[in-house]
């Protein structure tokens, strides 16, 4: 019996979103962990505690908000020498 399965109530509901690889690695949908880091921004929380009640290791998580960070710089900075373009 899997892990899922010997859970109850909203903690398997809570979990349902995660999908196992076949060697035991946990996958999380690309739309799943852009939802987890909007609902970090608004939640006040450090990355760490947010991790830990996610259900998500630290590291993945941290890699998820610098990867956004990043994307972020990049957008705005193409948007700035588009309208320096512009002038």
């Known amino acids: ?4 399965s010997r859970m109850k109530g909203s903690a398997a509901t809570k979990l349902s979103w995660r999908k196992p690889a076949s060697y035991g690695r ?6 799943r962990g852009e ?3 909007d609902e970090f921004e608004k939640s ?6 947010f ?3 996610s259900g998500i290791k630290y590291q ?3 890699k998820w ?3 956004r960070r990043r994307k972020g710089q990049a957008g705005a900075l193409s948007s700035a020498k ?3 373009k512009r002038e």
């Open 82 to 84: 588009d309208a320096a």
């Open 44 to 49: 006040g929380l450090s990355g760490a505690k």
């Open 26 to 31: 946990v996958r999380t949908p690309a739309h």
């Open 1 to 4: 019996m899997d892990q899922l």
């Open 35 to 37: 939802t987890l880091l």
């Open 65 to 67: 908000v610098q990867q």
């Open 60 to 62: 993945t998580f941290a």
């Open 51 to 53: 991790a830990a009640l």
